[in-house]
Every structure is written in structure tokens, then in C-alpha cells.
């Protein structure tokens, strides 16, 4: 592979970042793990990110005109053991953001597109995101959740490469992999190559949960996948192109940098909120579970620090715990804003390794026939017809579950031929 051959100032930020490469720690839990929201599953190794591994991909780039898929994660982290802490504030944490390395390197970067929650990561959930222009780099910024969720090829012109590198957290409805396959299709489309930097999935111990049936298919949910897939970003790369879910058969030109040290019971804390509504650890191992709210009239959390986390509304009958949702960061209009909510704190619950539904019936039970309990989007959540009928019925959560099995093990099949990493 060709080296880049840099002047002495970028020579220097390269090898600055070099040496300062970023292993992010996988460190040894304990008992209080399941409080913290840390996850409990043995580790090995120090993982190493797709960005971190400059070597790999900066030969790629050189005198290319690049387009960059980003957010707030995208970022190469100089400490490695500031990063993993548990203990340290995250906003402590040491890297640079992967643009400004990029520019920094001599790469000729000539726009970013934004994903949900923007290029910063401040928007809320299903909020409009805007064109504009990056203050610190002076970059164009083009909206992929505004008017436009895949690029047009005038947003393609005159580009060579598109690298994309966003943090994803495992979940079907987590409209990211949505972003992805646009992305992907677009640049195929044009005929431009598309280069993503793999990060470990915090929710890629598991497969579950129901498979999304065509009916249903929007941004919530592209592909026939269970809502939780186990597999990285760059892994399920992979698979758009290998099972034709681009349109018309159509085919990318992919390039995976991997991870280093990680297999798919790798540990992993992530030191950057995802998206403004997942705070911690906890409420990214709660999301599979209480991301079902998003459909409902039940509050999981958004308008407090509890994020997902805990769930309630004022119609629940008291049950020793309560709390106000009001506007915030990333919830401008939080449900039922301003009124107290009865509800469930979850913050001290064992580590999940498959989906609660127990969280879903035991709102639906508590809501009175009064109240409405699903909403609109509760299908496209959920990415079937079948859920909300089976909990309307009154099945039990392992009656639902055994409905999932035959179409989990269908796609754990095909799921095998795309992995880069172990189970």
C-alpha cells in the first residue's frame, strides 16, 4: 500500500496521532456493573477502532476529495484509558474529532453529511435537521434526516470517496444503519467508493426480537431484521451489499476498516453519548427493551436524566416512584412535559442479554381502558403488525418470544457469512 507522503507540519499531526492511536479499554467489571450501567461480560483485549487505525486508511485518501458521514462519535481518542473509564467525566475524554484530523493530515475533506440529531449531536429525536455550514472548519454541512435522508448526486459531484463513521448501538429503529444504506446506494449509484471505519457494537452480545416484515419497512427499519442484529456497523455493511438491499441489485464499493481485539462479547463502554437520549451504558442496554415506548403514550424517560432508563405517565396508579419530564437536552417536548409520572425506575437492573418485553406488558396493564397505550408509530418501531396484537391479547412475554424464534434462527444463518468478528 502506498504511503503518503505529507510536509513536516502534517508529518507531524500524523505522527502525533500515530503513537497517541487510540486502544480503547475493555476494562474488568464488578457486581456493581448492573448500577452503573456498565456491562458485566468478561473482556480480553483492548480494542482498537476503525479510526484510530490511521495507518490503514490514510494511504486511501491521499489526494482524493472526500465526503465524511458524521456526528458527534466520530472522533480518534488519544487516551485509551480515559476513554474506557468508567470513573472518568466523559466529557474529560482526550481525542479530535476524525474531521479535523482529517484536515489537519492534508486530506482535501469537502463536506460532511449529518445524520439524526446533526453534525454535533444536539438535535432531538425526529427533529428536521438543517443544511448549513460547520463553524470551526468552515465545511458545508448537508442534512441526511431534512428534506434530502439519502445524497443526491449533485451532493456527489466531484467527490472520490465517502468515509463514514458513526458510533451505532445495535437496534433496528436507531436510524444510523438507515443512513448507512442511503449512503451506500447513493455512492453506488454514482459509481464512488464508500469507506466505513467499524466501531464495536455496545448491544452485539445478542440477537432479538421480532423481524421486520416488507409492509412495515421506512427509515425505523430498511431490511427483514430482527429489531436487535448483533452485528457492527461495518459488518452490516457488508451485508446490504451481499443480500441486494440496494435498489435494483446494485452494488457498493466497500471498504471495512476493522476493529482490532474485539469479538462480539467484547465489553465496551462508549465515552460519547451516541444521540442526546442516551446518556450511559444502561440506557443504551435498555434501548432495545424500552425503545418500543417510542410508539406509545408511555414516557421512557426523555425530558429527565433517566433516559431510558425508567418509564412511567400520570395515569399509572402510584408506584413509590415518580418523576416530571420537562424540556432538556435532546426533548424539547418530552411526553406528558410538566406533569408528574408514575412509573419504574430501572437504573439498578441486571444487564440484559436478550429483550424485556415484561417492561411493555407491564405498562400496557397498568394503563387504563381510558387512556390510549399505542400510538402511531408503534408498528414502525416495532416493525410488525403482530406485537401490538399479542400484547393486546394478553400473551405472556415468553409466548411472544417463541413467535420470533423460527425467523431469529433464519437470520442468524445468513447473519454468519458477513462476520468479521467472533461470537
Known sequence: MQMINLSPKSTYFFLVLISLSGMISCKSQTSKSAVKGES??????????????????????????????????????????????QSKPRNDVDYIHLVDSLLSLGIQVQKVFAPEHGFRGKVDAGEYVKDGKDAKTGLPIISLYGKNKKPSQEHLENVDMVVFDIQDVGVRFYTYIATLQYVMEACAEAGIPVLVLDRPNPNGHYVDGPTLEAAHRSFLGLNPIPLVYGMTIGEYAKMINGEGWLANGITCNLTVIPLQNYSHQTSYNLPIRP?????????????????????????AGRGTEMQFQVYGAPFFDQTGFSYTPQANFGAKYPKHKGKRCNGIDLRTTEYLSKINLEFLIDAYKKTPKTEKFFGPTFTAHAGTTELEQQIAQGLSAEEIRETWESDLEKFKKIRRKYLIYTD
Open 40 to 85: 458485566p461480560r468478561p473482556i480480553k483485549n483492548e480494542v482498537i477502532i476503525g479510526a484510530n487505525s490511521t495507518e490503514k486508511y490514510l494511504p486511501l485518501l491521499k489526494d482524493k476529495k472526500v465526503v465524511v458521514v458524521a456526528n458527534q462519535t466520530s472522533v480518534i481518542f488519544k487516551n485509551e484509558m480515559a476513554a474506557s473509564s
Open 275 to 299: 444521540s442526546p437520549n442516551l446518556p450511559n451504558d444502561k440506557a443504551i442496554n435498555l434501548y432495545p427493551s424500552l425503545g418500543f415506548f417510542e410508539g406509545t403514550f408511555i414516557n
